[in-house]
């Protein structure tokens, strides 16, 4: 529950990385368990595309891929 809080308070328009939620939710070292969760997310209410890996790279998404999160951030004005 803590992972899904953080991901629903991160403003439209910007990003924070996996390794950024899982310290904003309180274990630094549950990066992949955030992957994890947001692989597994549907819930429409978490913006799970502003999840993105720490060398820069969007990583994926359960809702269309890579290319349908790059269409989501753009359309936020992300990039």
Same mark, same amino acid.
């Given at each position: &529950? ?5 991901? +629903? ?6 990003? !924070?990385? @996996?390794?950024?939620? !899982? &310290?904003? !939710?309180?274990?630094? $070292? !549950?990066?992949?368990? =955030? /992957? *994890?969760? *947001?692989?597994?997310? @549907?819930?429409?209410? =978490?913006? %799970?595309? +502003?999840? =993105? %890996? ?6 994926? @998404?359960?809702?269309? /891929?890579?290319?349908?999160?790059? #269409? $989501?951030? #753009? ?5």
């Amino acid at each position: &529950m803590k992972v899904l809080t953080v991901v +629903r308070n991160i403003p439209r328009g910007k990003t !924070a990385t @996996y390794k950024e939620v !899982a &310290m904003l !939710a309180g274990n630094e $070292k !549950a990066s992949r368990a =955030v /992957g *994890m969760i *947001m692989k597994n997310n @549907y819930d429409p209410s =978490v913006p %799970c595309h +502003r999840v =993105v %890996c720490s060398d820069g790279t969007l990583g994926g @998404y359960n809702r269309g /891929g890579t290319s349908a999160k790059k #269409q $989501k951030l #753009q359309e936020e004005g992300y990039f």
